[in-house]
């Protein structure tokens, strides 16, 4: 209940919901009617097909059966055939008669490809339509040595063969007697007699096994299998079985359809369906992740952001911006923080200064003005005394003195400025090393005016003295300055002990402004005055010349106005 409570939680199942009734309504319509109904369609319109193709087929072999009986039943090659072994014709005229007859009876006849007569008792007098001598001798040599024992077997009925791709029609021919004169041969015509059968593969992409003999000769695998519609032991077929049994012939078929083929419109609806539902599944993620950040991410800010006020801290922001009604809302909040900790600071700062004034006005005689006469009156003695080397001491530490106290609260002067603390340190420092050391300054007059933090340059030429030169013994300092854009440029270099790799680790964390190790003070202190005043567009960086000498680059902004 707890967590039902959170509107997130209800959130996400008002969404979920919406998505999960719909589709599951949807699916058990389109499963459980739907689908049904279309199947059921499906497997009539497949079972209709089969069934008028088995009935145009069986139609063409009744019919053709009926025209090879007719052979018998009208007499007349009976007739020619006992004019002939009565000796009333001779065996020409009774070949042309013959052929005649077939001629006249089958040659146009779309059932047949061709006729053939074959005399009993005379194989070699063979008596064909004109379009079938080919095939006759084409059958005469597949049949010559079997067709005796079949015309035994046969009998009066009518017997389909097929050898090689070619079908036969074979029958009997009896005269009134009932004794067998000859046999007739009708070549088939599958495309037109089995066609609409064969054509069903085609219709519906499947496979057909087809069957046409004598009956009960063959034992096919699809007798056990009930007639019509089932599904086969693959489950991913559907056949169709039919099989006619006759006197004259034995016909039998058996359809496979794969399931995917006959219900292809279900399967691609189903399909189209269940594409739907998984499309639907990142714009649900995406809808909830809108609300995420638009909603609940802000209400979530919101809540943490007053929490944090709660416990005492002050200028608590949220980073809400837009114009609907949570970015105005989190604007409003952020405003209402920042002017809270205004009033805040301006009540406490108020304090501060009071309590700095009163420790001030107790502090009052400790003034850096007397420190400053004092070396003043101690100058004028030396010169008085004639002693040039103590009154430059004297100077130079006055003007350390000056710039160390702040100059009046000073945080920005003038290169000029800077230049003469510089020129300050290296006197004293020149008076430590004498002629090991050497200082250059290479610098513009132009940009004598130029503002720079206070104490920037001393703390570069304490370190290369500290770090470089005192190691070494000696070596010269370079300081030079340029202007590169809209920066000042101030570089230090020292031809002292080259830097190491520990040197390397400890310039980069302090340059960073980390400075746990307590070397190169002066680094961290510039590099974080710099990040305080310019906010990031000051760089400061330490390199290695060609000449092993160490390098530190100031680059500083010029005229910016909140400078």
């Not at 079972?47 to 090879?68: F, G, M, V, Y």
């Not at 639907?280 to 993620?285: E, F, K, R, V, Y």
Request: charged share 25%; net charge negative.
């Amino acid at each position: 209940m707890k967590v039902l409570k959170s509107i997130r939680i209800q959130l996400i199942l008002i969404v979920l919901l919406c998505y999960l009734v719909p589709t599951v309504l949807l699916g058990q319509y389109m499963g459980g009617v739907f689908f049904a109904d279309l199947r059921q369609k499906t497997e009539t319109a497949l079972t209709s097909s089969a069934e008028h193709a088995c009935t145009l087929s069986l139609q063409n072999i009744r019919k053709a059966i009926d025209l090879a009986k007719d052979a018998t039943y009208d007499g007349e090659l009976a007739s020619v055939y006992g004019s002939y072994r009565s000796g009333e014709i001779i065996p020409a005229e009774f070949l042309r008669l013959s052929r005649n007859y077939i001629e006249r009876k089958y040659s146009r006849e779309e059932l047949f490809t061709f006729a053939l007569f074959i005399p009993a008792e005379e194989g070699d007098m063979l008596a064909y339509n004109r379009a079938g001598y080919e095939n006759a001798m084409l059958f005469q040599k597949q049949f010559s040595e079997t067709l005796p024992e079949l015309s035994q077997e046969l009998d009066t009925r009518c017997l389909f063969v097929e050898s090689e791709g070619s079908m036969y029609l074979i029958r009997n021919l009896m005269d009134l007697k009932l004794e067998r004169f000859g046999t007739l041969v009708l070549g088939v015509n599958q495309e037109m007699m089995l066609g609409d059968v064969r054509r069903l593969a085609e219709t519906w992409d499947g496979d057909v096994q087809l069957m046409l003999g004598q009956s009960g000769s063959v034992e096919l695998p699809w007798d056990a299998m009930q007639p019509g519609l089932s599904e086969a032991g693959d489950v991913d077929w559907i056949t169709y079985v039919a099989r006619e049994k006759d006197r004259d012939f034995d016909f039998g078929l058996l359809l496979g359809v794969r399931q995917e083929r006959l219900y292809g419109e279900i399967v691609a609806f189903r399909k189209l369906m269940t594409g739907l539902f998984v499309l639907l599944i990142p714009i649900l993620a995406a809808i909830i992740l809108y609300m995420h950040r638009r909603i609940l991410k802000p209400i979530s800010l919101l809540s943490q952001a007053s929490h944090r006020i709660e416990e005492g801290e002050l200028g608590v922001t949220v980073p809400m911006r837009g114009d609907d009604e949570l970015g105005r809302l989190g604007s409003a909040f952020s405003n209402m923080s920042l002017r809270i900790q205004a009033l805040i600071d301006k009540t406490y700062k108020e304090e501060i200064a009071l309590r700095d004034a009163r420790i001030q006005a107790m502090q009052s005689r400790i003034n850096p003005h007397f420190i400053n006469n004092a070396l003043e009156t101690l100058n004028w003695q030396a010169r008085m005394e004639g002693s040039e080397s103590i009154s430059g001491m004297v100077e130079s530490l006055s003007v350390l003195l000056n710039a160390g106290m702040g100059k009046a609260n000073r945080r920005m002067v003038t290169l000029s400025e800077e230049i003469e603390v510089a020129k300050a340190y290296c006197y004293f420092v020149g008076l430590r090393f004498g002629e090991r050391l050497k200082v250059d300054m290479d610098l513009h007059d132009d940009l004598s005016h130029a503002v720079v933090p206070l104490l920037t340059l001393q703390p570069l030429l304490e370190n290369a003295v500290q770090h470089g030169i005192e190691p070494a013994g000696g070596g010269e300092i370079i300081l030079r300055s340029l202007k590169a854009g809209d920066f000042l440029r101030l570089t230090v270099i020292n031809s002292g002990k080259p830097l190491q790799e520990e040197d390397w680790q400890r310039i980069r964390l302090s340059i960073s402004g980390d400075n746990q190790h307590g070397q190169h003070f002066g680094l961290a202190n510039i590099s974080t005055r710099l990040q305080l005043i310019y906010g990031g567009r000051a760089k400061i960086s330490v390199e290695t010349d060609e000449q092993s000498r160490t390098v530190v680059r100031l680059d500083i902004p010029q005229n910016e106005e909140e400078d």
